[in-house]
């Protein structure tokens, strides 16, 4: 499990430092966007449905694998719209992965101090990804609905 946590830990550094070399550096292009992407819908995918199998419920990890690209295509999807993208929401990138290094490294501690709590950790952790995610995507559809609105109202 700490080897999962340095790993979710380095993608996120390396996300980071992606950003700042195509935001600040002006190295931005729209092939650049599409392979920030893919490698991200990836890696949530197998940390996540690689936590739900560890926790005994690969199907969960496999709805929070889907709710979280979810979040990810509601967030493109107004950017296709022409309308700022959202990052808004109870369960974005970074939280889901904060979410998943707590539970990871909770669940480490708790296997030998207490056995059986470990699983029932890493399962709430995934059951919080999938509603909260669930609850993004409604805050993000929203937000695109509220500025079509106001684009309509003033066109």
């Not at 070399?21 to 819908?41: C, H, M, Q, T, W």
């Not at 030998?112 to 919080?128: E, F, K, R, Y």
């Not at 993000?140 to 079509?148: L, N």
Request: aromatic letters at 6%; charged letters at 10%.
């Amino acid at each position: 499990m700490i080897v999962a946590v340095v790993g979710i830990q380095l993608r996120l550094l390396a996300n980071v430092l992606d950003g700042l070399v195509a935001v600040e550096g002006g190295k931005g292009s729209p092939i650049g966007a599409l392979y920030n992407e893919f490698p991200d819908r990836l890696a949530d995918t197998i940390i996540l449905v690689s936590i739900g199998y560890a926790a005994g419920l690969g199907w969960l990890g496999w709805a929070a694998a889907l709710t979280a690209a979810l979040t990810a295509y509601v967030r493109v999807f107004g950017g296709a719209l022409g309308q700022p993208q959202s990052f808004q929401g109870p369960m974005a990138k970074q939280h889901r992965m904060a979410l998943a290094t707590v539970a990871l490294i909770g669940a480490q501690g708790l296997a030998t101090w207490q056995p059986g709590w470990n699983i029932a950790v890493l399962q709430a952790a995934l059951v919080v990804i999938v509603l909260g995610s669930a609850i993004t995507c409604a805050t993000r559809t929203r937000t695109i609905v509220r500025h079509i609105g106001a684009q309509e109202a003033h066109p």
